[in-house]
């Protein structure tokens, strides 16, 4: 599920992102532009996209 799709629904949901470069496979290719973005539940964590 994207953040659209899920604002669309009217999903309740809660967001985090982090830098891709903090991965190791982010790192070991030197990657300074990208990011990895996570939705979850918020009351039971259950990852919903990313």
């Not at 599920?1 to 309740?12: F, K, P, V």
């Not at 290719?29 to 259950?46: M, R």
Request: glycine share 12%; with cysteine; net charge negative.
């Amino acid at each position: 599920m994207t953040q659209h799709e899920a604002e669309g629904q009217g999903a309740a949901y809660v967001g985090a992102t982090y830098d891709y470069s903090n991965t190791a496979y982010g790192a070991s290719i030197k990657d300074k532009n990208c990011f990895v973005k996570v939705l979850a539940d918020p009351e039971t964590g259950e990852i919903l996209g990313c």
